[in-house]
């Protein structure tokens, strides 16, 4: 197979390999989020009918702030990087010297030498496309690909925090006694917690182990932070 079609293949290089920080970022906050609210919610409130509606409304208030909050976010980034790029097209046109003196700092600084770097400044001043991509990329450390669709980037962290917020909430539809509910809530919450260690080590090629149990303590003690905050609201 060639190498570089089976480069472009692997699941990290595509763009959904790369979505992997939302899906993450979702299911842990929309789980743990809600493990804490209704664990703390039970120590305060006996009605688990009450449990059941005040969770499902911090779940779509989650998932509909999550889903806001990503799109405003890739918004002003693309929006920022595009002025970065207006500016760095400006200075290429205005003051093309400063430019050139850019590119042998930024080659003296990895270690070539004047006579190396004459050739480079002189094939990257003939084309301001290829200038304009290097300055971009090396200058200011901005992607190619920089750019990234707010609604999709949205769509995929509100999905997510739903898609974490609902398992520990399941429990209280079908168990009446609520510290039952509590339990077996975590332990529904723990599993989705290692199933997106899992997730996230198949697609970064780290340790699975190491991924589930990365998820599980950092999870973990996000869920029983709020936990405790729910049992000290409940006392005062």
């Known amino acids: 197979m060639d190498p570089l079609k089976r480069f472009h293949n692997e699941d990290w290089h595509t763009p959904e390999g790369k979505l992997i920080r939302e899906f993450v970022f979702g299911i842990n906050d929309g789980l743990v989020t809600t493990v804490g609210f209704i ?124 898609a974490g917020g609902i398992p520990p909430l399941l429990p209280f539809f079908f168990i009446k006694h609520s510290f039952t509910a509590v339990a077996v809530s975590i332990i529904l919450s723990i599993l989705v917690l290692i199933f997106t260690g899992l997730a996230k080590a198949k697609v970064t090629k780290t340790d699975k182990l190491k991924s589930s149990l990365e998820m599980v303590i950092i999870g973990g003690t996000a869920a029983a932070t709020g936990f405790i905050c729910g049992k000290l609201i409940a006392l005062i």
């Open 39 to 162: 664990a703390g919610l039970t120590g305060a409130l006996i009605n688990l009918k009450i449990v059941l509606m005040s969770g499902a409304a911090e779940i779509i208030a989650g998932t509909v702030s999550m889903f806001f909050g990503a799109y405003l976010a890739t918004k002003s980034q693309n929006e920022f990087y595009q002025k970065e790029i207006n500016r760095e097209t400006r200075e290429i046109k205005e003051n093309p010297g400063h430019e050139i003196e850019e590119i042998y700092e930024i080659y003296q600084d990895k270690g070539f030498t004047k006579e190396e770097i004459d050739p480079i400044v002189k094939k990257l001043m003939s084309d301001k496309k290829i200038l304009l991509d290097f300055m971009v990329q090396d200058e200011l450390g901005i992607s190619k690909d920089y750019h990234e669709n707010p609604f999709k980037i949205a769509s995929y962290t509100g999905l997510s925090f739903l």
